[in-house]
Structure formats: C-alpha cells, structure tokens
C-alpha cells in the first residue's frame, strides 16, 4: 500500500470519455460469499511515521545474499528458444507458519505445484526463474501467449529491438503494426502482506490457459503477458511488508539494492512492457492511478497520461460492476487520484514500481490498490471467517482491474506499441517533451496548470574518472555500472577531449542524452528541482540525484554537440582497482567500498594505521592481501611515505538502526550485532560491541534499571553514533556532548548543499541527504562541527517548507551544524545512509565509527 493524506477532490470528477465493460474476455470472475459490514471510510491516510523509528532485526544472511552480486535473474532472456518455455519446479517444504493461509490464500510452498499445473493445462504458459529473494526463495516469471516457434520468438526480439534502437524505422515497419505482440506485465505482492495480486494472477492464468472463446484467443496471439508472481515471498509467507533485509522494496528502484528488485528492473528491461499493473493494498475504495501531481518531469507524460488514465477508466468501471456496495459488503466505489484528488499521492520519484517503469517505455503503467484491509492491526484482531471473507472480494477486484487490461490491451494493441515507439523516439532524437492540455491529450478532462511538469534535458553528462580535483575513480566506476545495469547507455572517451570549453581525460564517461532512455539517465543524474513552492504535501522522497549524491564528479553539458569526441560504447566500467608496487600503502577512506576494504584487512589481521588526514596506512608486507581487495571491492592502495599514528581495530557496532542503514553498514563490513530497547532490557552482553550506532527503536528513558546501568558502564569506555532526534536524546541522556537538538519539518526531504569542515566528512561531497532534517545549536565547547548546512538556501532538490508556524524550514536550517563530534560521539542531523541510497555519504559514517570506537591495544587483531 501507498498512503497519503485526505486532500480535497479536484474541481472536475467527470470525464467526457466513456467506458463500458461490453466485449470483456470470457474470464468469468467468482462471487464472494459477502455478509453485512458497515461502510469503510475512503479516507488515504500516510501509514505511520514518514521515517521508521523501529531498530532492524534483519539476518546478516540476507544482507549476504543481497550483496553477493549483481544478481542477474535466471530468467531466460535470449531468443533460442520459443514458448511455451515450461519447465518442472522442485516443491518447497509446506510450511503451515506461512501468513496467508490464515486468509484463505495461496501459501509461497503451494505455487510452485500450482504453476506446474498450469504448465500441463496446455501450450500457452511458461514458468522461468527470474531471481531469488533476500530470503533465499524463488522468484516465478509466468508467460501467457500463444505458442512461438524459436525462429517467431527471433522475430519477436528483432522486433522489441528494433522499437527501441531503431523507433523511427518501427514506427514504419509494417511487420510491427501487424504481428508484434505488446508485452504486458502484472506484478504482484512486492509488499508481503498484501497478498492478494498473486491469487488473482494465479486464477486469471488459469484461465487464459484454456479460454476458448475468440476474444482471448486474439488477446494471446497479439501479446505476451508477465505475471511476477510474488515479488516478495520473503514477505508473503511472514506476513510483512518488507523483504528478509527489511526493504520496503517499492522504494528502492533508484537504488536496486535489493535482488527482488533487480530482478524487476531486469523484466522491466527484457520484456519492455507497454502497460504494467502494479497489485497492492488496501485503500477503500479501491485506488487506481495516475496520481495527483507534481508529475515526474523526465517522463513523457502527455503519452503516459493518455494510456493510463483511459485504462484506469476502464478497471474502474469493472472494479464497480462487480456489484460490491458500503451496504451490502464494506467495499466503496473506487477512486481515481488524477481526478478523484489534488495532491498527496504523486508519481515524482522513480523510486515506485510503476513509474520506474515508464522510463523503460511503458506507457500505461498503474498502482492499484484493492479495498478491504487484512493485514497489521486486521490479521490479528478480526475473525478468521472475516479476514478470508475480505480476502475473497480482494481477489475478485485485483482479477478484474487485470481482467480489464486484457481487454484495453486486446483494443488498443496497436496505438500502444506506437505511443511506446514515440517515447523512445523523442530521447533518442532530441526532441522537445509535449506540455500536458485538454488539447495535447484529448479524453483526459479537468487538466490544469498544476500537472505540467516538463525539463530541459542536457545534451550530456560527462562523468570524469578519477584524477586531480576530481571525485573518486571507484565512486564514477560504481556509478557508471549502475547506469548500465538501469539500461542507459554510456560511453568512454579515447582520449583526452573538450566539451562546452572544459578539458577531461582519456578515460572519462560521456552519458550522451540522445538516447531512447534520456528520461531515466536524467532522472537518476540531474540535481533534481526544488518543488515545495507546488504542493503542500509529498507522498514520499522529492530529492534522490546520483550525480550529487553517489560520490562521483557529474558534470551536466548543456549547450554544443558531441561530434568529433572520441567516445566508444562500454558494457561496463573499466575496473580502477590498484596497488602501488612497491612501499607501503595509503587507503582514502572517502567511498563505502575503501571503508568495507579497510575492515577487510582489519579482519584479516593486518595491522593498519591511520594517518593524520583520516586515511589508512597498510604495510607493505600486506601488498598480497591489498591486491586482492583492490580487485573485490575496485579500490586503489597508492604509495605513501605515511606511517601513521592511531591503530586501528574492526569496530564491532551495536546498532539501533533502520533497517536500510543496517543493511549500508553491513555492505561496508562492519560486524554488526542489531539491538533495540527490548534487547537491552532483556539483558544486552556489552563485551560483544565496540561502539554504539543509534538512530530508531533505543528509547532511553523505556530502558528497566539494568539495563541503563549496563548502557552507562559501556558508554563510559566506548563511544556512540547517533543519526536524528533519536541518537541525540540517546547523548543528551548520557551527558556525552553539550548541543541543543533542533527538528526541521517533519516530512522535509531531500538534497541539501553543505560545508565539510572536521575529520568525520574530510573527502565527502558537499551534498547531502535529509529526511526529517535535524541541526545543531548551542554548542558546548568541546564540541566540534564536522559540517554545516551551507548559508542561503541549502535545499537543492526536494520539498522542505516550514511548519505552519514558520518554523522548521531550510531558512532556520542555513549555516547551522548538521554533524558534530566531541569527546566519545558523534551525532548526525542528516541522513547519510538512508535506504543504503547515498553511497557518497556513507564513509562519514565509517569515519565516526573508527573514531570513536576504542584503539587497538597494538597486536592489530580484533578483540573477542
């Protein structure tokens, strides 16, 4: 579930374009057994705090699994062979714990069974392995189509190709018009406890697996439908909306940290969708975009906007003649937010399923969530009869927003696969974004002012790789791979070049923006736009740029062209790792991948040294261990004459902590142990930590007797790390460091301009991240500041107001202390690990932990 707060309807409800549901496929949907419940409030409202106060308890197994790589699906994604593309699932152990039988669902160890099954029903359904879980558990790819030979399923590729690589030549192609078959894609369950998407897909698949009539026959002949099963069975079968790690994995496809999502990213990409359901949970009555505004503004959004809400129209007309009513069931007519609402639930970041999507070129592309709640405070207090009652009708709405896909997609085969062939058409050419209108998308009644978002797209982006006045060379190479694992294209330069009178080096990444994916590479690399001047409220993140945020030097060239520049197409970054040949060796510690490569050896039993500006010194008798960390973790070991003063030990971190900065921790191998209140209280063994991370779920004033006496024995020889209001109560409980901690609105977030000025962020970027932003004032003396907010307007891209009082703004915020330190901690206002998204602030963090972890006694080993 997406939530938001009530706000107003939009002067104009109506539509002048009328649907029906006449001609629906013969996909007969089953009636649930209803009895009497009073009227559910249609009220959206945000679904808890904005940012999760709850310490994370994920497995350091799961952390393992999502970092272990890339990891590419197993899905088959070539052209050899045909469909159907069947093969025997092994059965997973039943498991009688798992959440959703409870609703009368289908538990995660019977859908392999069931998909087998459907595999016998006949020609049409094809079950592939697209990834594994953080959890471990398979992730199912369903296909539906009529059969393809191996040499149809080629000409199918050449044709999905030719549409993005070659959009003026597919708009022409007469074979286009009448045989490629649009890809349509349900994705089901990315939030575990909202179940009902992956029943309703098993059921329409079944189905369509022997539907007779002409109509589905017609429909699989001209498309091939995608049905990701669930897309979080670690979710599923505990009952929660996070994977295994503790994702929300709906905002994590900037990121893609996690193997679910990249795993859709790569369907996404493959398969190239044209219209996408995303199937979640529970707003009554049910919701179905497109969404409030602000519109993000790289899509193109007069297309976009054009296929969804006509689709939308439709499922909405067939989600209400199901005849379900506030009287007879609970369940309220459903609800359009592009018409139904004016803000509170927007498609600005790419971070949500379906608008991640439009950037691959889907072009109809929706959120929907079914009515009835039955999960958190519902799964445990209703009835058993109650819950598989709401889940009964649940299943029939998602089947028939599905249902009426099918058939927009059956009726409209053809103007969508030219919509999808236009988009790539513009970014590959340069052209200008078409502004939204009642004349530029005709049908769509009631658009104003306040939905047009559009942007000058840059000519390119050069990324320069390393080298003096640069960011680091390992921060532009992660960035690059990221670029191409999202599918936009990059070059690199053959030689030293100008552009728009600035010299780079041989070597440089050049991101022409001519190409059929601009609107992803801007919406990832751009500084974004300050929006808190257009709407009072966001749904979730507004600020989210790579290019300041990832640690890399981005350069944006806006005018001239790229000819004559020696560029060459890569599929990956040039690797950077290096070890100086001979001498000791000087480690930066300014990028999270130096900081895990530090631990490494640390764990090792090198003894290190840190050198008086923050960086490590390894001996030269460790060049064999540096050599092989250059290579794991793509980081350079340079010559140095250093030796270094302080030992350094791997601190072990006790971590009351998100769940995304248990996870960024993790990824820059710090040996964690997570704790809460409840785990101290419980009785905490303090000889098993070094230092102590706070930032959610560690309430001092709930801690028993014990457990304060044990906390305050440890602080007084270890240091603590607070992030936000939590950590700084956690200090100021202790008496750690004289400073006033002051809260910025709580629902401000995004990039900030600061001032680095302290050893904790020597080397980081001057941008940062801020979600409930915090400062620091009335300083005490032993007090340091590590970096402020920059003076002026330190909001970049975002939505930071201030509170209705005036206070709380970034106008209170400017020049004051976001990070400070003193004597055994340091505390954060700002959010450097948030969502393990902003890679380039993570190293302030592994800074502080080494600062105010204890020294090593000298052996260089870590302490038991």
Do not use: C
Not at 344 to 359: E, K, L, R, S
Not at 732 to 739: D, M
């Amino acid at each position: 579930m997406r939530t938001t707060r009530t706000v107003p309807a939009r002067p104009v409800l109506i539509t002048a374009l009328a649907v029906t549901t006449a001609g629906s496929l013969l996909l007969a949907p089953r009636t649930a057994n209803a009895e009497t419940e009073p009227s559910v409030s249609r009220d959206v409202t945000r679904e808890g705090p904005a940012v999760d106060e709850r310490a994370a308890r994920a497995p350091e197994s799961a952390a393992e699994r999502a970092l272990a790589g890339s990891a590419t699906p197993t899905a088959d994604t070539g052209t050899a062979r045909g469909y159907p593309r069947e093969q025997v699932l092994t059965p997973d152990p039943e498991n009688p714990a798992d959440k959703s039988i409870k609703l009368g669902l289908t538990p995660y160890h019977a859908i392999a069974p069931k998909l087998n099954a459907l595999q016998r029903l006949g020609d049409r359904v094809s079950v592939e392995v697209a990834g594994r879980s953080a959890g471990g558990h398979r992730l199912y790819l369903v296909t539906v189509t009529a059969p393809e030979s191996a040499r149809q399923a080629r000409a199918q590729e050449r044709m999905r190709e030719l549409i993005e690589n070659a959009p003026v030549r597919a708009a022409k192609d007469p074979a286009i018009k009448a045989g490629y078959k649009a890809p349509v894609f349900f994705n089901n369950n990315i939030h575990g406890n909202e179940w009902e998407g992956t029943d309703a897909s098993l059921r329409i698949v079944e189905q369509l697996a022997t539907a007779k009539d002409a109509r589905t026959k017609d429909l699989l002949s001209h498309s091939r439908l995608y049905f990701n099963i669930t897309a979080n069975p670690d979710g599923r079968i505990a009952g929660t909306r996070a994977n295994a790690n503790g994702f929300d994995m709906n905002r994590d496809f900037v990121t893609a940290s996690q193997p679910e999502v990249r795993a859709m990213r790569q369907i996404e990409i493959d398969k190239q969708p044209a219209v996408m359901l995303d199937l979640h949970g529970y707003v009554n009555g049910t919701l179905i975009e497109p969404t409030t505004p602000p519109h993000g503004e790289n899509y193109e959004y007069d297309l976009f906007l054009k296929n969804t809400y006509a689709n939308a129209l439709g499922m909405e007309a067939a989600v209400n003649g199901l005849g379900h009513t506030p009287a007879k069931d609970g369940v309220e007519p459903a609800q359009i937010p592009f018409r139904d609402q004016e803000e509170g639930w927007d498609d600005w970041p790419p971070i949500f399923t379906p608008q991640y999507a439009a950037f691959h070129g889907t072009v109809a592309a929706h959120t929907v969530e079914i009515p009835l709640a039955v999960n958190n405070a519902a799964y445990t207090s209703l009835p058993e009869a109650e819950l598989r009652r709401r889940s009964a009708i649940n299943v029939d709405v998602a089947g028939a927003a599905i249902r009426s896909t099918l058939d927009f997609v059956r009726t409209n085969r053809t103007s969508l696969v030219a919509d999808q062939i236009e988009v790539f058409r513009r970014g590959a050419a340069g052209a200008a974004q078409v502004p939204l209108s009642e004349e530029t998308v005709p049908g769509v009644v009631g658009i104003g002012p306040e939905d047009v978002y559009t942007t000058d797209f840059p000519r390119a982006y050069v990324i320069p790789a390393g080298g003096t006045g640069q960011r680091s060379a390992t921060a532009a190479a992660r960035l690059v791979d990221h670029l191409l694992a999202n599918d936009v294209r990059v070059t690199r330069a053959a030689r030293d070049f100008r552009l728009a009178g600035r010299s780079y080096a041989k070597g440089s990444y050049v991101v022409d923006m001519r190409q059929p994916k601009r609107g992803l590479a801007n919406v990832l690399l751009a500084d974004g736009r300050d929006i808190s001047d257009k709407v009072s409220v966001m749904y979730d993140i507004s600020g989210w740029s790579l290019g300041r945020l990832w640690g890399a030097t981005v350069r944006p060239v806006t005018s001239g062209g790229l000819t004559g520049v020696p560029l060459r197409t890569v599929s990956a970054a040039t690797d950077v790792g290096y070890v100086a040949p001979r001498g000791d060796l000087r480690l930066r510690l300014d990028d999270p991948q130096e900081i895990a490569a530090l631990n490494a050896l640390l764990q090792q039993g090198v003894s290190v040294r840190q050198a008086a500006d923050g960086s490590a010194i390894v001996p030269a008798s460790a060049r064999v261990n540096a050599t092989t960390l250059a290579r794991t973790y793509d980081v350079v070991f340079d010559a140095t004459k250093l030796t270094g003063t302080t030992e350094l030990r791997r601190p072990r971190v006790a971590a009351a902590v998100t769940s995304g900065e248990l996870f960024a921790l993790r990824e820059m191998n710090f040996e964690v142990t997570p704790v809460s209140t409840a785990v101290l209280n419980a009785g905490f063994d303090w000889s098993r930590a070094d230092v102590l991370f706070v930032s959610a779920g560690l309430d001092h004033g709930a801690l028993n007797a014990g457990a304060r006496t044990a906390l305050d024995g440890f602080l007084d020889q270890h240091g603590l790390v607070g992030r936000g209001t939590t950590g700084a109560a956690l200090s100021s409980a202790e008496g750690l460091l004289s400073a006033k901690p002051v809260e910025g609105n709580e629902d401000a977030n995004g990039v900030v301009r600061v001032v680095n000025s302290g050893p904790v962020t020597a080397g980081a970027p001057g941008h940062g991240f801020v979600y409930a932003p915090v400062w620091f004032t009335d300083l005490g003396p032993e007090v340091r500041v590590e970096q402020s907010y920059a003076t002026g307007a330190p909001l970049v891209s975002g939505h930071w107001r201030a509170r209705e009082d005036g206070s709380g703004g970034p106008a209170d915020a400017a020049g004051q202390a976001s990070v400070i330190s003193g004597p055994g901690a340091v505390l954060f206002g700002t959010e450097p690990l948030f969502r393990d998204h902003p890679k380039g602030e993570f190293a302030q963090v592994g800074r502080a932990l080494f600062t105010v972890a204890p020294v090593s006694s000298g052996t260089g080993e870590e302490s038991g």
